[in-house]
């Protein structure tokens, strides 16, 4: 997808949005040291020390296609951990809200995972009573509430970047 406004070009390739690996789970290793050391310079969800191979191929084609480095970031790393820090916050003062870091729909037992059965046809997961509340809707991915308090976080730099 290409975008002009006011002389900023945004593109947004498929390849790098799924290499951003939306499924990441703040408790996943890769959220933890040393993931990340080499860039961002903290943990970032992904299976790397910083960069991967995406990154590089996005750079040089965009600095090909626009014919000077135009680069612009987002640092989602850090809506996600604003995101959750201020559900937990308002967690505390408001206690019927569910904890971010559960998910909503979880597996009732080992080796299941969200929507899965047994042969009988009988749920193998739980799914909580309000998946609007829920920050992560399984394991790995966040509900439609998560991603909103995300893009939430975002939005100031993306209307920077995009010029809305």
């Known amino acids: 997808m290409v975008k002009q406004n006011q002389s900023i070009m945004v593109i947004l ?26 860039y961002p310079g903290i943990p970032s969800g992904r299976y790397s020390d910083g960069r991967v191979l995406t990154d590089y191929l996005v750079v040089e084609e965009l600095n090909k296609e626009i014919g000077k480095p135009v680069v612009r970031t987002l640092d989602v790393y850090s809506s996600f951990q604003s995101a959750i820090q201020t559900i937990q916050k308002n967690r505390k003062e408001n206690s019927t809200l569910m904890n971010p870091t559960e998910p909503c ?60």
């Open 13 to 38: 390739p498929l390849f790098l949005i799924l290499a951003i690996s939306a499924g990441n789970n703040l408790n996943a290793s890769t959220y933890k040291p040393p993931y990340g050391v080499t």
């Open 105 to 164: 729909c979880a597996p009732l037992e080992a080796g299941f995972e969200c929507g899965k059965v047994d042969k009988k046809g009988k749920k193998q997961y739980a799914l909580c009573e309000k998946p609007k509340l829920s920050f992560f809707w399984d394991n790995a991915h966040p509900s439609e509430s998560g991603w909103y308090s995300v893009f939430a976080q975002l939005e100031p730099s993306l209307s920077l970047i995009i010029g809305g």
